[in-house]
């Protein structure tokens, strides 16, 4: 049985503001309760503790970590949790000084105690994190895990940092790089998007694959809607003004709608002149990533940082390329972004904390242009080509978040990794593949050197660059 990475693995609906700082750490306390039920150890759990590590310590608190570890302990899933409820809900463990396991047994919880913060970083990845159950005032149970990126949680076992969390599965295409995708595409005469959802189905019944990926889309629309209609302050202490709110309002005008299914036709109606284009691409981006930042439900592609680029593209043809695409095309296009982003995954990483910014940015450009160029007709090697180009143009891009927020420049580079994906996708289409230099997975390769080269200050631990150059009193 061989390890397969599905499109449902790399878009994710999820909470933010990080995918490997909040989504990770939440996921992880929810397998280590697992754990616990499994050692039949769970019921007589007296106290847990929770030791972060490496950029998970540094900039853990502007993540929302500690917050994303106390709701996981707690039983909350960050797919369903009502957002509304998050706050009340920290509140309770913070005022009572108890934290209620897995929804069932409550234990004393100190959040000062039993949190740790610790800078030093641990040997197999940046991400680290170390739970501890007691049972009076003995360990009962320990275990560290590491959180690598889009939401994905190993432990140290695994070889290396590469060789990721997967679905065991048995699918009809084994795919491990570009060449091989482009190669079935070749023998089956068939798009990407058709050969991804021949893996699917090895998985799933199309029913449920046609509903989980339109479910995956009406969760980033929504997204994009709520971020439009809501303005104020970002929390975190930056105080960044949403813009995404003014920019949609002098934009759309004076129009009727009522829900974001509405608002989507609404948009489709309006008169967009050439100008507008990119200002709707980069409002649709701003709107998902401050959502994003204020620990909103989003949708990883392929992490909660760069969760605005594939929304926005896709609302991109929606509205500018094709007035008449529906369901069909908003599933083709994810079926697409997914592989892409897997074969990122599978050859490099889509971890700020292993790679900088270009594993989220540059990956999620690379997923969406690759996507948008099939819509518009491209060939799969011009699909592949897309994807490079994307890449191409975000290799070194570095992660350094001021105050270890997921703000500045995380929000604003949304918009850049989605105007470049629809220029990649122009590009790749105006061009003969026979012509192409460099393939897809020369970059990835490239990719992965540049993220092992590149000086760790720059990869999510707000050591270096804008996070020095500019600190929280200059905001």
Request: with cysteine; proline share 4%.
């Given at each position: ?13 999820g ?26 150890l769970?019921?007589?759990?007296t ?14 608190k502007?993540?929302?970590?500690d ?25 309770i ?15 004393p ?8 913060f ?16 007691f ?5 009962a ?6 959180s ?12 290396n ?14 795919i491990?790089?570009?060449?091989e995708?482009l ?10 998007s058709e ?8 998985m ?21 809607y709520?971020?439009?209609?809501t ?35 609404q ?10 284009i ?20 989003i949708?990883t592609a ?24 529906g369901?069909?095309e908003i ?20 971890s ?22 099939e ?7 011009q699909?592949?080509?897309a ?9 070194g ?18 918009t ?60």
């Amino acid at each position: 049985m061989e390890e397969c990475i599905s499109v449902f693995d790399m878009l994710k609906i999820g909470i933010g503001p990080s995918s490997s700082h909040t989504l990770g750490p939440w996921r992880a306390a929810e397998r280590f309760l697992q754990e616990l039920k499994e050692e039949n150890l769970l019921p007589t759990v007296t106290r847990i503790k929770t030791d972060l590590y490496g950029s998970l310590s540094l900039t853990g608190k502007g993540h929302a970590t500690d917050l994303a570890v106390m709701l996981g302990l707690s039983g909350q899933d960050p797919e369903y949790i009502p957002v509304e409820n998050i706050d009340g809900i920290i509140k309770i463990i913070k005022d009572t000084h108890l934290i209620n396991l897995g929804n069932q047994y409550p234990i004393p919880y100190q959040f000062a105690d039993d949190i740790t913060f610790n800078k030093e970083f641990l040997p197999f990845h940046s991400n680290g994190m170390t739970f501890t159950a007691f049972i009076g005032n003995e360990i009962a149970y320990e275990a560290t895990y590491y959180s690598i990126g889009g939401g994905f949680v190993v432990k140290e076992e695994r070889i290396n940092a590469k060789e990721k969390i997967k679905i065991k599965c048995a699918f009809p295409y084994m795919i491990n790089n570009a060449a091989e995708l482009l190669a079935f595409c070749k023998s089956e005469n068939k798009s990407i998007s058709e050969i991804v959802y021949e893996n699917e189905k090895s998985m799933r019944t199309e029913e449920v694959i046609d509903h989980e990926l339109m479910r995956i889309w009406n969760t980033m629309l929504e997204c994009m809607y709520i971020g439009c209609h809501t303005s104020g302050i970002l929390p975190g202490g930056l105080n960044v003004r949403r813009r995404a709110f003014d920019m949609h309002q002098n934009l759309i005008g004076l129009s009727n709608y009522s829900n974001p299914q509405t608002w989507l036709e609404q948009i489709r109606l309006t008169e967009v002149k050439f100008r507008q284009i990119l200002k709707w691409v980069s409002c649709f981006a701003l709107a998902v990533n401050e959502v994003n930042a204020a620990l909103g439900r989003i949708v990883t592609a392929p992490t909660n940082g760069s969760a605005g680029v594939i929304p926005s593209v896709l609302m991109y043809y929606l509205v500018i390329e094709n007035h008449n695409a529906g369901p069909k095309e908003i599933k083709q296009f994810l079926l697409v972004a997914g592989e892409i982003g897997s074969i990122f995954k599978k050859g490099s990483t889509i971890s700020a904390a292993m790679g900088g910014c270009q594993a989220e940015i540059g990956v999620s450009s690379s997923m969406a242009a690759a996507a948008l160029c099939e819509l518009m007709g491209g060939t799969p090697e011009q699909v592949l080509m897309a994807a490079e180009i994307a890449m191409e143009h975000h290799l070194g891009l570095t992660c350094d978040p001021i105050g270890g927020l997921v703000q500045i420049p995380c929000i604003e580079r949304n918009t850049m990794g989605a105007i470049k994906a629809i220029n990649a996708a122009e590009l790749a289409l105006e061009t003969d593949p026979k012509n192409a230099k460099v393939p897809l997975d020369k970059v990835v390769d490239t990719m992965w050197q540049t993220a092992k080269d590149m000086n760790n200050k720059y990869k999510e631990t707000s050591e270096g660059g804008l996070a020095i150059a500019v600190n929280m009193a200059d905001c």
